[in-house]
């Protein structure tokens, strides 16, 4: 982070210097990292934060694509690519599970079922999707209040016919 803020530091300080002092500056800083990159190991290890930095310079000032030193300016743009899968993939990703049914439309399905004795599941979803409810019929099946007029006198069988209600 102490990096970063150096770097803008450095950056609005640059804006008062001369160009002709920047670029002897400029030459300088590129001897120093040739030497030391003779002396760095065959491949450097880089930290999120370095990778983000370098993606958001070279989109900002995509000249300085052909200027990189440290890393290829193909691995640059792969990062670029790479961070843009990864949010879009987390932006699309699905939630998983049945989706949520309101109170508001459960209450809603087993006043329909309890005032029409008459109307089984699909009856109630078809008038859910006249209303503008989108939900499965197997769904308005489960949460239709039981009829104890068609069920079974034993408290087995009455669980039977209505698996989402205890005796």
Known sequence: MFAILHLLGTF????????????LENL????????ALRGAPHRLQLRG??????????????????LS????PDMTLRWHRAG??????????????????????????QRMSKESPLWGAPRIHGELLKLGFE????????TSACRS?????TPQARQLDC?????
Do not use: M
């Open 12 to 23: 609005i300080a640059n804006l008062f210097k001369s160009q002709r002092r920047l670029e």
């Open 28 to 35: 300088f800083l590129r001897h120093q990292l040739n030497i």
């Open 49 to 66: 934060s370095d990778r983000a930095l370098l993606v958001w310079i070279t989109w900002l000032w995509p000249s300085l694509l052909g």
């Open 69 to 72: 030193r440290v890393v290829q």
């Open 84 to 109: 843009f899968r990864a949010y879009w993939r987390w932006s699309s990703r699905g939630r998983p599970g049945r989706p949520r049914v309101s109170r508001e439309l459960r209450e809603l399905i």
């Open 135 to 142: 939900i499965a019929e197997s769904t308005v099946s489960k």
């Open 149 to 153: 007029q068609w069920s079974s006198s």
């Open 163 to 167: 698996p989402n209600r205890a005796s």
